[in-house]
């Protein structure tokens, strides 16, 4: 199960630690080290892109929900305003609350949408119904590795591979991905 991005720092120590259980995807560092007193020879740590680690993790569960950040929500939305359909940069867009906070409406994953300004203007406070305004898509949770993919940045094609093989079935991430 993936679970977060790490620095290849951190790869190091979980190697030294002897906490990787397995690999996988491509070499992407060679890391050399000191020269061993008693051998002479000198430290090699290869780092590839997964790195499979031993143990458990309890805390993702099916009851998971990710924290709610707009890098991550205008991912998810692939920057596009879910009202008028167009696209815009990320200082363009906004959260919109579908069920506005002054209507009894939570700052859920289920009720926030990426919305361009204007169109977040135009609804102000209200629900699209009240604005005469109509949703493109459904606001969904991501999923843990959904959500993995969404605080990426530059991933690799292996290490999308691998997560993709994580996303539910019906997940509108994956396919949005194959086109």
Not at 25 to 54: D, K
Not at 94 to 113: E, K, M
């Amino acid at each position: 199960m993936p679970m977060e991005w790490i620095d290849y720092q951190h790869a190091v120590r979980l190697y030294h630690a002897g906490q990787v259980a397995y690999t996988c995807g491509s070499l992407l560092y060679r890391i050399r080290g000191g020269i061993n007193a008693r051998t002479g020879r000198r430290s090699l740590v290869e780092v590839n892109s997964i790195i499979a680690t031993h143990g458990t993790n309890k805390a993702v569960s099916q009851a998971y929900s990710p924290p709610l950040n707009n890098a991550a929500l205008f991912k998810r939305d692939a920057h596009l305003c879910l009202y008028c359909g167009n696209h815009f940069q990320h200082r363009d867009l906004s959260r919109d609350h579908v069920t506005p906070i002054s209507q009894g409406g939570q700052d859920l994953w289920c009720n926030v949408v990426t919305a361009c300004k204007r169109c977040n203007n135009h609804k102000a406070g209200r629900t699209p119904e009240q604005a005469g305004m109509q949703l493109l898509a459904v606001p969904f949770i991501p999923t843990h590795a959904e959500y993995i993919y969404l605080q990426g940045r530059r991933v690799l094609a292996d290490q999308m591979e691998f997560l993709q093989a994580h996303f539910p079935r019906t997940s509108p991430l994956r396919l949005r991905l194959r086109q």
